[in-house]
């Protein structure tokens, strides 16, 4: 009798080590459940973000739409001052000649801020120092009716993108003015080799959310260059 126990005991014994494996086995060979669950289909140009697309990836071959105008990205300047960097992209439009120059401006400060930029012409407005002479010597410039306060002031680093008119890399001196209603009033230096350059006025506008939208385009675009400090496309 004890010899037949004997042997149950080792049969049972054995079986329990046969389950045991066949459980390590399965569990080892069930998938893997991810805790954040499957990955879920987003459109880039979802309405969420507040634009179409992402500004800050913008670049020189890509297509913008503002307002209803098709806007063609010529190139880009990527600037950096300390550890802040910008971007800004000189536009074309699509749908016919537009002499005025234009582009946009991509910034974290710390929220993300996009503006669009017209070049002024000084000699046709009018200013706290009169005719021609709009630059920003002052802290505060009124400039076709509408008044402005300097809110920065420095120097950055840039390197060139596309078609910009400017060296593959230099610097530039800037200075800004913020005025009511999201209106902005900016000043750039281009320095050449002598460390001069002349001062380029522009108005600015704050983009609303959901007012842009973005065209990525083709990345042979990105061809540095330019024919010279301070000219522009």
């Known amino acids: 009798m004890n010899g037949i126990a004997f042997v149950v005991g080792i049969i049972v014994a054995l079986a ?49 739409e503002y307002l209803g105008e098709r806007l063609f990205v010529r190139g880009s300047l990527r600037l950096t001052e300390g550890g802040f960097s910008w971007s800004e992209h000189f536009l074309d439009a699509m749908d016919g000649p537009d002499g005025t120059r234009r582009w946009l401006s991509v910034e974290e400060d710390p929220d993300l801020e996009v503006y669009v930029w017209t070049e ?18 002052a802290k505060t410039l009124t400039v076709r009716g509408v008044t402005y306060h300097r809110t920065e002031h420095g120097m950055a680093d840039y390197r060139s993108e596309g078609t910009t008119g400017l060296p593959a890399s230099g ?3 800037y200075a ?9 009033l900016a000043f750039e230096r281009f320095l050449g080799a002598d460390g001069r350059g002349t001062w380029e006025a522009s108005l600015g506008e704050r983009v609303p959310n959901g007012t842009l939208t973005i065209y990525p385009g083709d990345d042979s675009a990105l061809t540095d260059g330019g024919s010279g400090p301070g000219a522009r496309p």
């Open 171 to 173: 610097r530039v001196e």
């Open 176 to 184: 800004d003015y913020d005025g009511p209603g999201g209106r902005s």
């Open 16 to 64: 329990g080590v046969a389950v045991a494996v066949v459980a390590v086995v399965v569990t080892r060979r069930q998938p893997r459940s991810s805790a954040a669950g499957p990955r879920r289909p987003a459109d880039p140009f979802a309405p969420e973000d507040g634009t179409g697309g992402d500004p800050r990836t913008i670049a020189a071959g890509d297509l913008v």
């Open 120 to 137: 002024l012409d000084d000699e046709n407005d009018e200013n706290d120092g009169g005719p021609g002479s709009l630059t920003p010597s």
